[in-house]
């Protein structure tokens, strides 16, 4: 058995009030992989493989929509950010986080997080 979270920097928002959510992502905050860091050593030796994938920012169809907007339709900084996003490597094609995930769920080791994304 395998299992691969997926991962942001944030790793999950802040639902507010007292939903156990919220202490949970508050805690987890600004510590991607966290969850399934702790998975993976809790499940150590059973044979279930936990792995974890921060794909980055990705260029799918949502960045590419807004890149294809006027500035003056969708905001001149939403637009300039993508823009520049894209134009400094920054997102990731969809093809590396895809790819990513095959070899994660190839291979037989457990715990490593796997970073898909260019931070600038």
Known sequence: MQVLEVSRDGELDSVGGDDLLAGVAEHVEGQPGLLGLNLAAELAGTGVTVNILRPGTVDTAMPAW??????????????????????????????????????????EATGPVADAGNRA
């Open 66 to 107: 807004i890149r294809a907007q006027p500035p003056a339709q969708i905001g001149a900084a939403l637009h300039d950010r993508f823009m520049a996003m894209r134009e400094s490597g920054v997102m990731a094609p969809p093809a590396r986080p895809a790819g990513m995930i095959v070899n994660l769920l190839a291979d």
